[in-house]
């Protein structure tokens, strides 16, 4: 927690890096949470410019230190890189630059492309590949019109309602549609399991980011809290809908009554 950040630091600073200097265990998430608070406790116009209150800090480094800096993510240095050319050598070097697995709660979340390495990665990449081809998508677009439609068509019940114009909250409404569009495409006549996942998912995600904020506290994420212990259930529950899901969709396609791709 001391030694080794402060070793990292140097090698940094000789390199010719700019950053914070760092703070025994919290590193820069108090700041940067702090930072977070302030700007979104401040009403915004449609017109102002959205990063200062979505990323305050970073954007402070970067007028601070310029186009590459570290700052801190706990006792890891983390570099923000803005260079394409860099940023390109990071993409395409997957066994040189290793992911930081900093947040064991995270992986509940976010396991998959996102959390993989080398030869594991390589092989996900792969098989999730197919999925993105053009004439799939194609195949995909009577679903997304369907959910689009289903939004306007509620939109259009609000303003006859009241019968004048309304003003309306599009941001909930277009989670929605997300998730009804990836449940009709990706799970099928399990549409309704589909959207639990996502219920599951959205509960998830704010408990984690409730734990984030107490990520510095080494082994937190191991105590059995009441939110830890909600979290491990989400996230088993999301397991058991999922593999629920494949298993009846390859009897179904056993039976002939699926299609095999």
Known sequence: ???????????????????TPYTPLVGDLKKNFSMRAEARSKPINLTDDITPRIVPYPLQMLKTHGRTFFTWFGPMP?????????????????????????????????????????????????????????????????AFHQSCSEIVGEWDKLVTDKQSSCEVDIWPWLVSMTADVIS???????????????????ELAQLIIQA?????????????????????????????ILRGIVNKRLRAREAGEAPSD
């Open 1 to 19: 927690v001391w030694l080794k950040p402060k070793m990292l630091e140097s090698y940094l600073r000789r390199q010719g890096l700019a950053g």
């Open 78 to 142: 983390t570099i923000t890189i803005m260079d394409p050319e860099q940023i390109k050598e990071v993409f395409n070097k997957v066994y040189d630059f290793q992911k930081a697995h900093t947040f064991p709660l995270g992986r509940l979340i976010a396991a998959g492309l996102v959390s993989y390495d080398g030869d594991k990665w390589t092989k996900h990449r792969r098989i999730i590949n197919p999925a993105f081809h053009l004439e799939k998508i194609k195949n995909m677009v009577p």
């Open 184 to 202: 009709r495409t990706a799970f099928g006549s399990s549409y309704k399991e589909g959207q639990r996942i996502f219920e599951l998912q959205a």
């Open 212 to 240: 984030f904020r107490k990520a510095f506290i080494p082994g937190y994420s191991y105590l059995p809290t009441k939110s830890n212990r909600r979290m491990k259930a989400a996230a088993r529950e999301i397991q058991v």
